[in-house]
């Protein structure tokens, strides 16, 4: 008896090893669509050095976004004479136009209005370089300095090297007489860094109200890695969607008073039960369901077997996964929504019991979660606690729509992004931070973040930090992949 239930439980083994082998051997990305046609991209002439110091004209511009109304909208205009200045032959076959004064969209008219156009965003305004790190940087941050075959400066990477490197790749075809079949539109906001509410925002009203919905739109966003944590080699990551982002107000009120004879409960006692509450309220972490599982099928060939086999076999090796996945912060912000509790407010006096306190939560939201849902779950979890509320801070903006990896858009920047990064394989991600670009999903396809750069780690600290600065090699392989994309999207 004994060794009938051993036979059959060898037997389920071998069949579940078969199962879990079969699924490992099947987790793949699916083949690209069979009709993308990429140009030899290397077959272009392309003058780094001459594209180099325009670069580093344009960090020069302090296009630091506009807070205030007061602030000098001249770096700005200055910026966009240069545009004008410098790119003759594109300014001559575009039409260029302006929202709200600053954002500005170039129309390069395709012979065939039956195809939808391709959308190309970039932003002009940069984050300022706080006093406190000045003295981090080896070189002044709107100097536009070339040294060590680099531009520095702020600026050189986001997102002044995908205005000045599309402007580049645009020239350098119209300069050719090359006409585009596919309308291209360019759309070059001033306040990303700020949200976008005078810029993209506007921007993409306006081609709304046009009726245009474009092929695709691409933005900044992501880029090629050397080291990517999955597979320890270098991997171009196209951003398929965006996280959304909300902060929940919990408020308390409480019987104000002296704090000699307390009721049970005050404000402050009330407000920490529901952060704790609301923080601790389970948010689902996995892989399926979002950009990482996508990735992870993409990354399959390079990854070790271990962890195909365990992508391949969620249900199987989930707890253990995410458990494993949980302890990189990286990784579990791909997995689900994020929470951090930021602020929390309330009393004046230690003897003095408050009428009122408050906290701050911050959610990232993945694709998965929405907003309401969010809200409902966190309100669920405080419905017994009297005195307390939850409401959103301001208005939240929910994950953006999750863009295609099997479109013939994504395959075509797949396509490219191999001619220029050869060693790096493509695979979808989701961006962390924000972009221009979901102001557009309601006027293309699909929204693709990528910028055709390879970046080690330490060159991504620049962005946003100290040190920014894009290489030669970047601006090379940058240039081309937008002339190729170009040439091979909108010209054949
Ligand atoms: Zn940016």
Redesign the pocket.
Known sequence: MVRLILGGLALVLVALAGFVGYRTMAFTAPPPPADVNVPDTAGYTIDVPNAAAHLSQAVRFRTVSLVAPEDDRKPFEDLQAWMIATYPAFNAAAQRETVNGLTVIYTWEGSDPGQPPLLLLA?QDVVPVPDDTRAAWTVDPFGGVIQNDAVWGRGSV??KGSLVLLLEAAEYLARQGKKPVRTIIFAFGHD??IGGADGAVQAAALLQQRGIRAWFALD?GMAAITEHPLTGGPASMIGISERGFGTLRVHATGEPGHSSMPPPETAVSLVSEAVVRIHDMPIEQRLEGGPAIDMMRALAPEISLNNRMAGANEWLFGPLLRQRMAQDRTARALMGTTVAPTMINGGGRANVLSAEATAMINYRFHPRDTAASILERARAEVADMEGVDVDWAEPPREATATSSTTSTSYALLAALSRSVIPDAPVAPGLVLAG?DSRNYSDVAENVYRFQPMLFAEDDLAGIHGTNEHLSFANIDRTIRFYVGLMEAGAMQ
Do not use: F, G, L
């Open positions: 932003h986001d997102d990303e860094e900044e972009t």
